[in-house]
């Protein structure tokens, strides 16, 4: 059982940068994707980005693209996603996932193609 710990959420201004951290509980992240979701208040919970388990294929959802990036330090057993040029619309809660695969290609973007979850982290960005 992997257990995946989220951190650097928070409240900042419309404009501003934040980076979420996720490690797993006990366990190496070696060999697992990673990806993170968000579910904004009264909405379903949708798909934010993705990285292979190698980091070197990334895969973003087209609002976040070119403001956010996904990566890893597997020496550091993390993975993060630096926020950039933030906006209100991305107020959220975030939630870090993983699942285990060598492969690249294609990246998973559906919640249940992910087995572990972490417990989310609130972002709150201001206009």
């Known amino acids: 059982q992997v257990q995946l710990v989220e951190s650097g959420g928070g409240l900042v201004q419309a404009g501003g940068s934040l980076r979420l951290s996720c490690a797993p509980s006990?366990?190496?992240?070696?060999?697992?994707?990673v990806a993170w979701f968000r579910q904004a208040p009264g909405k379903e919970r949708e798909f934010a980005a993705a990285?292979?388990?190698?980091?070197?294929?990334?895969y973003y959802t087209d609002s976040v693209k070119g403001r956010f990036t996904i990566s890893r330090d597997n020496a550091k057993n993390t993975a993060f996603l630096q926020m950039n040029s933030l906006k209100p619309d991305d107020t959220a809660v975030y939630y870090c996932?993983?699942?285990?695969?060598?492969?690249?290609?294609?990246?998973?973007?559906?919640?249940?193609?992910?087995?572990?979850w972490g417990q989310g982290t609130q972002v709150t960005v201001s206009s």
């Open positions: 996932a993983a699942t285990f695969s060598w492969a690249d290609w294609p990246l998973p973007i559906t919640q249940h193609e992910y087995v572990y």
């Open positions: 990285i292979s388990s190698g980091g070197s294929t990334t």
């Open positions: 006990g366990r190496t992240f070696s060999g697992y994707r």
